[in-house]
């Protein structure tokens, strides 16, 4: 089976700082990297990378020609990415002494995609193939309402998090994929917490204090292998594209957890995005070496 995903590419500017700058602080940066970013883009390379299928629906400049290579190079498919007369997407982040981050975002080309591109792409899929969209492109509700009528599945990463692009989105979403932040922030928009909305599987990740999918048969937690933390953005994406790309390949629930909660493990221990997530190979030997990790499952 085959992973579409709709998804933002962005070139990251990475500033190591001591601490997150406050307000109207300047602050002198102690090291900078560039290198490919963006919520769409570290998904489909932790697809790729954990030996699943994906092609990627999205746009870049013309300046972004080698992050396009970057994701190529990783085995992600790119014949329905555009390039277009605009500026590539670009954040800049800044990453603290512990690990944590602060991210500018300046959308570009990922807001520019068109209903045509989207169509062409999804022409060739298949029932049971998956769709995965979250809020750093245009048209993510178009999408989604296209590939529900092929019959696919469809993943929604609800980050950035806008509520009302994830109203809009629950009757056409398979997984909900949001982090804790953002579970609270869809909890106070929809007066419900996210156990009882109206979807077949919703994935909270917690950071360090692990992750809990839900479904109508009840919760699956799984615990945070203990690490030492250097960067963790791209951390959520890592774990939600280890996760769907073990899915789509008939991997179960548990199993891809476990891979999934890995995989985190390992990108959060380097500097930087999407050069961090682990190839599949890294992943296994992890878990060989780490072969204690709590899952608990409640059925309801």
Request: hydrophobic share 45%; with cysteine.
């Given at each position: 089976?085959?992973?579409?995903?709709?998804?933002?590419?962005?070139?990251?500017?990475?500033?190591?700082?001591?601490?997150?700058?406050?307000?109207?602080e300047t602050l002198?940066a102690k090291a900078?990297?560039?290198?490919?970013?963006?919520?769409?883009?570290?998904?489909?390379?932790?697809?790729?990378?954990?030996?699943?299928?994906?092609?990627?629906?999205?746009?870049?400049?013309?300046?972004?020609?080698?992050?396009?290579?970057?994701?190529?190079?990783?085995?992600?498919?790119?014949?329905?990415?555009?390039?277009?007369?605009?500026?590539?997407?670009?954040?800049?982040?800044?990453?603290?002494?512990?690990?944590?981050?602060?991210?500018?975002?300046?959308?570009?080309?990922?807001?520019?995609?068109?209903?045509?591109?989207?169509?062409?792409?999804?022409?060739?899929?298949?029932?049971?193939?998956?769709?995965?969209?979250?809020?750093?492109?245009?048209?993510?509700?178009?999408?989604?309402?296209?590939?529900?009528?092929?019959?696919?599945?469809?993943?929604?990463?609800?980050?950035?998090?806008?509520?009302?692009?994830?109203?809009?989105?629950?009757?056409?979403?398979?997984?909900?994929?949001?982090?804790?932040?953002?579970?609270?922030?869809?909890?106070?928009?929809?007066?419900?917490?996210?156990?009882?909305?109206?979807?077949?599987?919703?994935?909270?990740?917690?950071?360090?204090?692990?992750?809990?999918?839900?479904?109508?048969?009840?919760?699956?937690?799984?615990?945070?292998?203990?690490?030492?933390?250097?960067?963790?953005?791209?951390?959520?994406?890592?774990?939600?594209?280890?996760?769907?790309?073990?899915?789509?390949?008939?991997?179960?629930?548990?199993?891809?957890?476990?891979?999934?909660?890995?995989?985190?493990?390992l990108q959060i221990?380097?500097?930087?995005?999407?050069?961090?997530?682990?190839?599949?190979?890294?992943?296994?030997?992890?878990?060989?070496?780490?072969?204690?990790?709590?899952?608990?499952?409640?059925?309801?």
């Amino acid at each position: 089976m085959t992973i579409y995903n709709l998804g933002s590419i962005n070139i990251d500017h990475v500033y190591r700082v001591n601490h997150l700058p406050q307000p109207g602080e300047t602050l002198a940066a102690k090291a900078h990297d560039s290198g490919l970013g963006g919520k769409g883009a570290n998904q489909s390379v932790a697809i790729a990378r954990a030996g699943g299928k994906v092609i990627h629906i999205g746009a870049i400049g013309h300046d972004g020609a080698w992050v396009g290579a970057i994701m190529a190079d990783a085995g992600v498919n790119m014949a329905h990415v555009s390039t277009l007369d605009m500026p590539t997407g670009h954040a800049i982040i800044c990453v603290d002494n512990a690990g944590e981050n602060a991210i500018i975002l300046y959308s570009s080309a990922n807001l520019a995609l068109t209903k045509f591109q989207i169509d062409k792409a999804l022409n060739t899929a298949k029932t049971d193939d998956w769709l995965l969209v979250q809020n750093e492109t245009n048209l993510c509700v178009y999408a989604a309402k296209v590939a529900k009528s092929k019959g696919m599945r469809v993943a929604y990463a609800a980050a950035p998090f806008d509520a009302k692009v994830s109203a809009e989105m629950i009757p056409f979403t398979d997984i909900m994929a949001l982090n804790a932040i953002e579970a609270a922030q869809l909890s106070k928009a929809m007066g419900v917490d996210p156990d009882v909305l109206p979807l077949a599987q919703t994935l909270v990740t917690r950071g360090g204090d692990g992750a809990t999918l839900i479904t109508a048969q009840g919760t699956i937690s799984c615990a945070a292998f203990r690490v030492d933390p250097v960067d963790t953005t791209g951390a959520g994406d890592t774990f939600l594209g280890y996760f769907l790309g073990h899915i789509d390949m008939g991997t179960d629930t548990k199993t891809a957890l476990r891979f999934a909660t890995a995989a985190a493990a390992l990108q959060i221990g380097k500097l930087g995005t999407a050069s961090a997530i682990p190839i599949a190979s890294d992943v296994k030997d992890f878990l060989q070496n780490h072969k204690i990790l709590e899952i608990t499952e409640v059925n309801v």
